[in-house]
């Protein structure tokens, strides 16, 4: 038996997209592209955020929804890309895009410094070495000048395309979309590829994979640096967006918002992920009528979620 | 030169010694049977030779390369593969993206490719797909292909894992009690499997297992364990016939 054609291999390849979830899907963007032109500044605003939101939950369910890894500092990723933008536009006078590829390559690096060592260990060593690492880069970031400090970074340049300078909360909420959709793209294109499946092998039987030939410990690590790099972009969009950046945007709180959109919406599937990152983004503004009750309210919603929908509300078919 | 040697193998927990200076080797192309009492130490022995225990001295050489001491991964892909005795599939996924499983380490393609859909990997996804969907021919479960693995039978999952483990193509395939569990016609059937697993596509097969009939059947040189020690090597008729083997473990079976 070599790897001759065989009639069997007839079996095709699953499209990106099914086709009775593809008229949702469009219907879904229809109404993403139209919003800014019938919703007000603060609509679209909360908009941008969610979207925002869906990048960052997309990137972190890879590692915890695809190779069930736990982790705690989603964040430090988050703010690694946005200093990295910060820094290299406002003190050395970069063009936005470049500052990409390098906020990229610092989240790699990171995430190999983290990781490699880390990702041998039992799983949850994971959590707690995480959990420290978001921390730390939160400290770093408040205490170096170059990263200004507790007060942050400001007059971080916007970026431009063809000459066409992003201002408004319409560009940004546009830029934000298109990345979510290359996410989404991103996602789909590797879930259902060899790495993905390994991560899937990787999640549902640790010993199994390996004995068939998985090498683990870089199956995990390559999706701790993809989830890395994921938040590194979002964290560059953000800080040209904000145009000033400060250590607390990239708490432990920050990292729990962004797993809970993922366990929320029920880890490993996108259509999941994506609501449970909206929910997170607009909680908090549904609820601003609770005033100082809100955090109760919201861990009340929350709770009643996880309750009468403990897999998340749009389980992943999987289990 | 035998295809897998196993010399002076040697494996303790603690105090307990589990593999004590354990010698044998099984040549290309045979269907070999390792048997002995529960918690003789075979499953230990499969652990050594698979990578997920390291064994405290002794060598292992698969054609004739030193494996010892390399992780899991690293020996499947230099051809030994196996089946666990409690069935280890990744149940919540489907049956032919189990099969896949085994072809992981004979592709290379990572995420970069399959981001930008390159035609490379794309013909590769296909590959995979029709190696996965020719083992699960091979073990007659194709039609659940699409099935979750956790919805087959006892019987279907056992073959299953078979599929899985021969997708990495193997040079040696090791089956840690591929009977248990089964009636008997599913055990008729297994012992064709068998066969046919050597005779059709060349693996080499050791299985270990507790049923005697099936052993006899189809083993051409059976070791047998006992409290960590190799006590017989040889063909069916002559284990069947040494006192020790009668003693220590046919002689407590039926
Ligand atoms: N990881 C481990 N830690 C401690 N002891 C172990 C471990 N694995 C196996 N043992 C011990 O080694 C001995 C041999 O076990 P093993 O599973 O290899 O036996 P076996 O011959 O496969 O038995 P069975 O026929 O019941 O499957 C047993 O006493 C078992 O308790
Ligand atoms: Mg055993």
Known sequence: MSDGASTLSAAPQPPLVRRSFLLWALAALACALALPHFANAYVTEVATTALLYVVLCLGLNIVVGYAGLLDLGYAAFFAVGAYTTGILTSEFGFNFWLTIPVAMAAACLAGIIIGAPTLRLRSDYLAIVTLGFGEIVRIIARNLDITGGASGLVGIERPEILGFKLMQVQHFYYAFLALALLAVFVCLSVERSRMGRAWFYVRYDEDAAAGIGINRVSAKLQAYMMGAVIASVAGCLYAAKMTAISPESFTFNQSLLILLGVVLGGMGRIPGVVLGAILVALLPEVLRGAGTYRPLVTAVALLAIMLFRPNGLWPDKRG | ?254
């Open chain 2, 1 to 254: 030169m035998a295809l897998l040697e196993v010399r002076d193998l040697r494996l303790s927990f603690g105090g307990l010694k589990v593999l004590q200076d354990i010698s044998f080797s099984v040549e290309k192309g045979a269907i070999n049977s390792l048997i002995g009492p529960n918690g003789a130490g075979k499953t230990s022995l499969f652990n050594c030779l698979t990578g997920f225990y390291k064994p405290k001295g002794g060598s292992i050489r698969l054609g004739g390369r030193p494996i010892t001491g390399l992780p899991p991964h690293r020996i499947t892909a230099l051809g030994l593969a196996r089946t666990f005795q409690n069935i280890r599939l990744f149940k919540e996924m489907s049956v032919l993206e189990n099969a896949m499983s085994g072809q992981h380490c004979r592709s290379r393609h990572g995420i970069v490719s399959a981001i930008l859909h390159l035609p490379s990997q794309r013909r590769e996804e296909d590959r995979i797909r029709a190696a996965g969907m020719r083992w699960l021919d091979f073990v007659g479960i194709a039609e659940h292909a699409h099935r979750l693995a956790g919805g087959l039978s006892y019987g279907d999952q056992r073959r299953l894992e078979l599929a899985r483990a021969l997708a990495s193509t193997p040079e040696i395939i090791l089956l840690d009690e591929p009977a248990a569990g089964l009636n008997e016609r599913e055990k008729l059937d297994l012992v064709h499997l068998i066969r046919r697993i050597r005779d059709e596509t060349g693996v080499t097969v050791l299985l270990i297992e507790h049923d005697m009939g099936l052993v006899m059947q189809v083993s051409e040189k059976i070791v047998v364990f006992d409290y960590g020690q190799k006590i017989a090597d040889g063909t069916p008729e002559a284990v069947r016939a040494d006192p020790k083997v009668i003693e220590a473990y046919l002689g407590t079976e039926d």
